[in-house]
Every structure is written in structure tokens, then in C-alpha cells.
């Protein structure tokens, strides 16, 4: 497994690229835009990078599917970014016509690939992609749960002043402000988390956390991408190096969770064939009742995707 394509080198597409040339993994990464100029210019950058920082993968741009042909992995980050005051599904016409060419042309050129979509609105964007790509439902999924776990930790660890790294956590639900944190499968080195803070807090950190991506959107003007970019190379390097790791992630439900053709976040294990597995968790009633708002949002914003006019 060597050859990596990004498509989009805007703000998350080249973090993505930059931060996955600096785990040394793979030999190739291809960083694909529309405006080739740009992805020529990132790509070259992170390259005269390697020397400093003492890594080997090779970074081109171009504007051009056929330098992407024979991809293992794609990374879709094109499409437009939300502005403040919009939602991430305000992007959807935009962005569904992109995600559909972009797969489209990717899979003229690469046989059987492994798709990672990050583009808005996160759940239906990677249905988009699943549809034009032809692929099976273990190649083609979404990067948004890794995301926001790593929002929630990082809350946690500013209220309980420790490191994000002994923050273990696991949540479930589309990427928007619906998503369903879990206290319940919160632990700190192993300690559940509701032992370490008042239901106060943790319900005001989970609150934040959903609304994680609109807080970065008001701050900046333009949505968040060094965390966003990290997240996705973390899931291109647990593939590559077939760890089997387990992280939510967009998935396609068959039957899990009592839903069918669905993409929905979920608890999945990543090795070289992508998803090896979607694990199913034990919920209460009141977890499931919130994947289920979850589930429904979702599929209110698909609605909208099969209405639209992709020729
Ligand atoms: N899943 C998640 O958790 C996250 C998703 N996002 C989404 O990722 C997407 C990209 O965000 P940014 O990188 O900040 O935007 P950006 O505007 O910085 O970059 C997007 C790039 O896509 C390119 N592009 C547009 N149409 C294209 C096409 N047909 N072919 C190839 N390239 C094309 C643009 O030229 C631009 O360089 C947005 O839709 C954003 O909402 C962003 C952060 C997190
Ligand atoms: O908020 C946005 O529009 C981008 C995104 O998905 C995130 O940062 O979670």
C-alpha cells in the first residue's frame, strides 16, 4: 500500500496531506484540486518539508486524474466550507455534485480503492460518494467521529486538567449537532468518567462538543482543519499499517443498530480492507432514542440528496 490521492488542497485537504507525509508511511501522495496551481504549491511545500523533518514520501499536485491512477487510498476533501450562520447542510447541492464527479473520475482511474470522504454534509456526502464509486460498503466511509471524540477529549482534558491522551471516548450519530457524545463510554486511564466530574459539566462539555464545528466556524470565518486533517490521516495510517483499530467513522449500516442502507457514525475496526468490522454497542434506551433524532436528521438531509439533479 503506497499511493496516496487527497482531493482538495484547500485548508483540510493539504493538512491532511502535510500530516501524513510526517508519519513516513506511504511512498506517494497525490494532491489533486481543481485549482492545480494551488495543489502544485502545497504539495511542493510539504516536500521541501521532508529534509527537515526527515521523512521520504513523495508529494506532487495536479489537476489531473491520471496522476492519480492506481490510488490504494482517496481522501475526498473537496467541496466548499461553511461561512458563519450557515449549517454544514446548507453545502449540500454544492457539494454533492462535487463529491459524485470527483469519485467518479477517481474510479476511472484507480480499480478498487479505499475512500475516506470529509466533505459537507459528512453522512450523505459519503453516501455520494459509496453511489458513484460502485465500491463495497467496506471501502467507502466517513472521517467525522475522530473529530469530534477529539473535540469532546479535549474539553474533558481543559475541565479536568489532563492529558487528552488518557481520554478514551466513543460516540455515535451523523456529523452535526445531533451526534450522541457517550459519558457512558467515557473513561479517563480507565476511570469512568462520571466519577471525575459533576453531570453539570459533562452535559455542558457534551453540549459543546456537538457544536464543536459551528464554534471554530464563528471564530475563523471558515471551518476548522488542522484537528479535521490530523483525523484523516489517522484512519489513512491505521489502514495502511492494518492495525485494526477501533474509531467512529461514517459507516453504512446494514441491519446495525436496527438500520439499513444508512450512512450513520459508528464504532468501526479499520485494517487494510477498511472497515473489517462495525461494532454494535450495548445502548439504553435513552442512548438509542438519541441515535435514533440522530438517524432522522440524517435521513431528512439524504431526502434533499435524492431530490437533487446529479447528471
Ligand atoms: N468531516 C469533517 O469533520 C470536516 C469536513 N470539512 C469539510 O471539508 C470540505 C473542505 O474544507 P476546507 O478544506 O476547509 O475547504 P477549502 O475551501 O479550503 O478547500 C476546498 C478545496 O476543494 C477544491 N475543489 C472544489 N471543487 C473541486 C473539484 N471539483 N475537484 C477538485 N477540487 C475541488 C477547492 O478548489 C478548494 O481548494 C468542506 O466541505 C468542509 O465542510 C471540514 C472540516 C471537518
Ligand atoms: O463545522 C464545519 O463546517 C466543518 C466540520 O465539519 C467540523 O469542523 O466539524
Redesign the pocket.
Known sequence: MSKVTV???????ATVANVLAHQDLVREIVV????GD?ARGKALDSWQQASIDSYSTRLTGTENYADTADSDIVVI??????KPGMS?DD?IST?AK?VT??TRSIMEHSKNPIIIV???P?DVMTHAAYKASGLPRNRVF???GI?DTARYRAFLATALDVSPKDIQAMLLGG?GDTMVPLPRYTTVSGIPVTEMISDEDLDAIVDRTKKG?GELVKLMG????YA?GAAAAQMVGAIIRDENRIFPCCAQLDGEYGMKDLFLGVPVKLGREGIVQVIELKLNDQEMDLLNTSADHVREVMEVFEGLDIS
Open positions: 482531493v482538495g488542497a484547500g485548508n483540510v485537504g489533486l484540486d481543481i485549482k494551488m476533501t473537496a467541496g466548499i466550507p461553511r454544514r453545502l457539494n462535487i464527479m470527483v470529509v466533505s459537507n459528512l466517513g472521517m467525522a473529530l456529523h464545528g471558515t471551518s476548522a482543519w479535521p
